[in-house]
């Protein structure tokens, strides 16, 4: 009776490498990209929940979102990009922005946002 081996040759080995680290390359290029999105939430929750009265004037709801993402750290929004909408006591901020993230030579990866809140009123 003979035993046969199994497992990984040397050339599977290899193959698996590349492809694991080609995964983990992409994913670290994209996890700044991520948590910026995600701060860009944060900065319209809290915006939303700090409840501006209707009669706040839309520059200053755009300087407002300036300063709060000042603090988190966003580079890819500004104020400008806000989409505000003012519907009697009711707010509809949004933003849609793309990152472009470079992988490798000119390998590039886009990333499309789209993110927004609405608080109604009575």
């Known amino acids: 009776m003979k035993n046969k081996q199994t497992g ?9 490498g590349a492809i ?11 996890v700044p990209v ?15 929940d700090a409840n501006p009265s209707p009669e706040v004037p839309v520059s200053q709801l755009r300087s407002d979102f300036d300063k709060r993402a000042y603090i988190g750290d966003v580079k890819s929004v500004s104020g400008r990009d806000l989409l505000i909408i003012k519907r009697g ?3 509809e ?9 470079p992988i490798a030579g000119n ?11 609405l608080r109604g009123g009575s």
């Open 8 to 16: 990984l040759s040397l050339m599977g080995v290899l193959i698996l």
């Open 20 to 30: 694991l680290g080609f995964l983990f390359l992409i994913g670290m290029r994209t």
């Open 34 to 48: 991520v948590t910026e999105y995600m701060a860009v939430k944060r900065v319209l929750n809290a915006m939303i």
């Open 89 to 91: 006591n009711k707010f």
């Open 93 to 101: 901020m949004s933003v849609s922005y793309s990152r472009k993230v």
């Open 107 to 117: 390998v590039s990866l886009l990333i499309e946002f789209d993110t927004g809140v």
